[in-house]
């Protein structure tokens, strides 16, 4: 299954002349942040459009000791969380998707693939010039059939030319078998120049036992695109 996206990702260029994929150029990031819970974590990320009105969306986050206890590494490659999301633009904002995650963070090794619906919105508020959209997804149908997700992403400019914004995601994972858990990371992002932001984030993870759900993130990140 690890093999999905990038399957598909080749399915929905397989037809496109080489001298337009020149037009699909990703978007890259890279991350470091610190945690109140010492999860410093390094977040690689891409984003980007494909022929035929799919775009994806993908992230690998590599974790220090706090988040796997029993090591002494930073940025162990063991201590990783992945999700890639590959989507299709149906109608006015409404689409498909699939989304892969694979993890090897507490409780364990664990690998999903979802299928569902979304719905992206974008308009403009009154205080800047720059865009804002926000998405919902359900995804009712998961591989390991434990039941499913819905989630909530935004991306609002604060400052007239959007140099301050916020953005982040609400995940809900319903469980068949379990109580249901969430997972929301609010951030707040400070331009600094073309090259680099501020990140605050806050960091609730419903998976994660005590204390330990709960932290709040400040980073740098570097546009590398």
């Known amino acids: 299954m690890t093999g999905l996206?990038?399957?598909?990702?080749?399915?929905?260029?397989?037809?496109?002349?080489?001298?337009?994929l020149a037009e699909y150029k990703p978007h890259m990031e890279a991350t470091y942040s610190v945690d109140t819970r010492s999860f410093?974590?390094?977040?690689?990320?891409?984003?980007?459009?494909?022929?035929?009105g799919f775009s994806y969306y993908g992230f690998v986050d590599i974790s220090s000791d706090g988040v796997q206890p029993g090591t002494d590494e930073y940025f162990d490659p063991e201590n990783y969380f992945s999700r890639w999301?590959?989507?299709?633009?149906?109608?006015?904002?409404?689409?498909?998707?699939?989304?892969?995650?694979?993890?090897?963070?507490?409780?364990?090794?664990?690998?999903?693939?979802?299928?569902?619906?979304?719905?992206?919105?974008?308009?403009?508020?009154?205080?800047?010039?720059?865009?804002?959209?926000a998405i919902g997804k359900i995804f009712p149908v998961e591989t390991d059939n434990s039941g499913g997700k819905t989630a909530f992403v935004w991306n609002v400019p604060i400052t007239r030319h959007g140099s301050i914004w916020t953005d982040g995601f609400f995940d809900v994972h319903l469980n068949k078998d379990a109580t249901d858990k969430i997972v929301f990371e609010p951030q707040l992002n400070f331009r600094i120049n073309r090259y680099f932001d501020l990140v605050i984030e806050g960091r609730y993870n419903g998976f994660l036992d005590g204390n330990d759900d709960t932290g709040v993130g400040v980073g740098l990140r570097i546009k590398l695109d």
Do not use: C
């Open 40 to 52: 410093d974590n390094l977040n690689l990320l891409a984003t980007g459009k494909l022929p035929f």
């Open 5 to 20: 996206i990038p399957i598909l990702l080749t399915l929905a260029t397989a037809q496109t002349p080489p001298m337009q």
């Open 85 to 133: 999301q590959l989507n299709k633009n149906l109608w006015k904002g409404l689409g498909v998707e699939v989304e892969h995650d694979a993890s090897n963070l507490p409780p364990g090794v664990a690998e999903v693939a979802r299928f569902g619906l979304t719905y992206r919105h974008d308009f403009r508020v009154p205080w800047s010039e720059s865009k804002a959209f």
